[in-house]
């Protein structure tokens, strides 16, 4: 069933279970376990859109969104953002290899300070023994 066939329920299940799959159990406890009132609606609206539409379309694999999603975060400067789609992608199977290129290109089209600044962050996260946790 694909996202635009599912009730606001199903998608936020989907989303769920996806983002559970992408960022790990950890990420999605720690992210549910500060949800308050300020923030309930965001966190609803993450884990039906991001999550629930986009990330669950059949359209892309999980190891492409995650190299768009890289390059996008770097061009931003969302460091934080990066460092864990960073170790999502490794979840989802994109090798160092393939980041470092990804970042290589980013630097084309965003600017070298850019991927400089990404590339010491992948330096730091390929560094940890369990990179993708």
């Given at each position: 069933?694909s996202?635009?066939?599912?009730d606001?329920?199903?998608?936020?299940?989907?989303g769920d279970?996806?983002r559970?799959?992408?960022?790990?159990?950890?990420?999605?406890?720690?992210a549910?376990?500060?949800i308050?009132?300020?923030?309930?609606?965001?966190?609803?609206?993450?884990?039906?859109?991001?999550?629930?539409?986009v990330?669950?379309?059949?359209?892309?694999?999980?190891?492409?969104?995650?190299?768009?999603t890289?390059a996008?975060l770097a061009?931003?400067g969302?460091?934080?953002?990066?460092?864990?789609?960073?170790?999502?992608?490794?979840?989802?199977?994109?090798?160092?290899?393939q980041?470092?290129?990804?970042?290589?290109?980013?630097?084309?089209?965003?600017g070298?300070?850019?991927?400089?600044?990404?590339?010491?962050i992948?330096?730091?996260?390929?560094?940890?023994?369990?990179p993708g946790r």
């Amino acid at each position: 069933m694909s996202p635009q066939d599912m009730d606001d329920e199903q998608r936020r299940a989907a989303g769920d279970r996806v983002r559970r799959e992408v960022l790990g159990d950890e990420h999605v406890d720690r992210a549910t376990a500060a949800i308050t009132p300020l923030t309930r609606d965001f966190q609803d609206f993450i884990a039906r859109v991001a999550w629930g539409d986009v990330w669950s379309r059949p359209g892309l694999d999980r190891a492409t969104r995650s190299c768009l999603t890289i390059a996008l975060l770097a061009t931003l400067g969302h460091w934080d953002e990066l460092r864990m789609h960073l170790r999502a992608a490794i979840r989802n199977g994109v090798t160092e290899e393939q980041i470092g290129e990804v970042l290589l290109h980013t630097a084309v089209y965003a600017g070298v300070p850019v991927a400089n600044h990404a590339f010491g962050i992948a330096r730091e996260v390929f560094a940890d023994p369990e990179p993708g946790r």
